[in-house]
Each structure stands twice: as C-alpha cells, then as structure tokens.
C-alpha cells in the first residue's frame, strides 16, 4: 500500500511539472538595456510572478523598472524603482505575456542581476490552502493536484490540436495558391515564348532569311 502511495504521488508530482508552467529565470540586465521575457499563456489562466534583485556589494542596491504588458500591448503591471515584488493577474486573453525590466538611470553602470519566478495555472495556486479547504492531505492531496494536471494537459492538447488545425488549413490555402501561381508563370512563360518566335519568324522572312 506504501509503494502504490509512493508511486502515485511521483506520478503526480511529475504530471504536475509538465502541466504547471513554472519557472525560475535569471537575467542579467546591461546599465543601459532592457530585458523581456516573454511567456505564451491561455486565456482565463491566473498567473503569479515574484521578482527580485540580487546584489552583491552592501554600498550597491540597484533597482528596476518593471513593466507587464498582455498580447494586445495592455499594461498589467508596472513599477518603477522596485527591488522585490510580485505581480498577479488572470490573463484576458490568448497570447505572448512580455515581463520587462530596465535597470533605473540611478544606477549608471551596474549590471543588475534580477531573479524571475513565474507560476502559472495550477503551479499559482494555493494548495495548503486547498487542502484545509478540501479537508485532504498526503497521497489524496496529490491525487488531487495530479487531476488538476490531467485537465490542465488535456486542454493544452486542445489547444495544440486547434493550432495543428489552422496550420493545416493556411498550408493548404498557400500550396493551393502557389500551384495556381506556378501555372499562371507556365502558361505565361509559354505565352511569350509563342509570341518570341512568330516574331522571329515574321523577322527571319521580312529579311529574306527563310
């Protein structure tokens, strides 16, 4: 009973990770660039980042501007002059999500080093508080968790599928017109080719030459 608990809950936690979306980045910001990174999400998706600088002198406390903003070029988040923060929001709308963060003109030469979490889906949510709320713990707790994730893939294959298809559907359309394209410049190459040697003809016996 111990080695089935066992083998459900890695199957769970390995479930999970495929599903759940989460990551830790780390970007190392020049003094006078920007940094992105960008994240494809679903719509109706809640998302959470935690955001913060590192830094590794005790005179030097950088800081950021931070700046969320959806597919449609909405800002979800901003804020300047931050060093550790979070963002949280559900997402409207199917898309590129693009976090940036430019190093404040304060600090003139430093290289900032920032450290980006990013949770999404069922990796945003608040499972101890789930749990108290559910009244579950150990082996059905991740059971739980592992039935969020077989929904959470099941739509993402949804997702993929629809993508498949309308790929499809704009391959065909481009074969179909660069076939009709590849004929009209036959005929067209034939047309003139016709035409060059009536020409030609026409030449070859005004000059006498046939």
């Known amino acids: 009973m111990a080695r089935g608990g066992a083998w459900a809950a890695a199957a769970a936690v390995v479930l999970w990770w495929m599903a759940a979306g989460a990551g830790a980045v780390w970007l190392e910001i020049a003094p006078s660039g920007t940094k992105c990174v960008a994240e494809e999400i679903r719509s109706n998706v809640v998302v959470i980042g935690d955001y913060s ?21 909405d800002t979800i988040h901003k804020k300047d002059k931050a060093t ?3 963002f949280a929001f559900t997402t409207s709308e199917a898309g590129n999500y693009l976090a940036c963060f430019t190093v404040d003109s304060d600090n003139k030469g430093l290289v900032v080093k920032l450290n980006l979490d990013w949770k999404i889906g069922i990796a ?38 629809t993508k498949e298809s309308d790929m499809r559907d704009v391959s065909e359309v481009t074969n179909a017109r ?3 394209l590849s004929m009209m410049s036959l005929g067209v190459c034939i047309c003139v080719s016709v035409m060059q040697l009536v020409h030609l003809k026409r030449y070859f016996r005004k000059k006498k030459l046939i």
């Open 84 to 86: 550790v923060d979070q």
């Open 53 to 73: 600088v590192l830094y590794e002198h005790q005179q030097a406390h950088p800081t950021v501007s931070v700046k969320i903003t959806s597919p449609f070029g």
């Open 178 to 180: 660069v076939l009709w």
């Open 124 to 161: 945003a949510k608040d499972w101890d508080a789930i749990a108290k709320k559910e009244k579950i713990e150990g082996v059905a707790l991740e059971l739980f968790k592992l039935d969020e994730s077989v929904q959470t893939i099941y739509e993402n294959l949804l997702v993929l599928r």
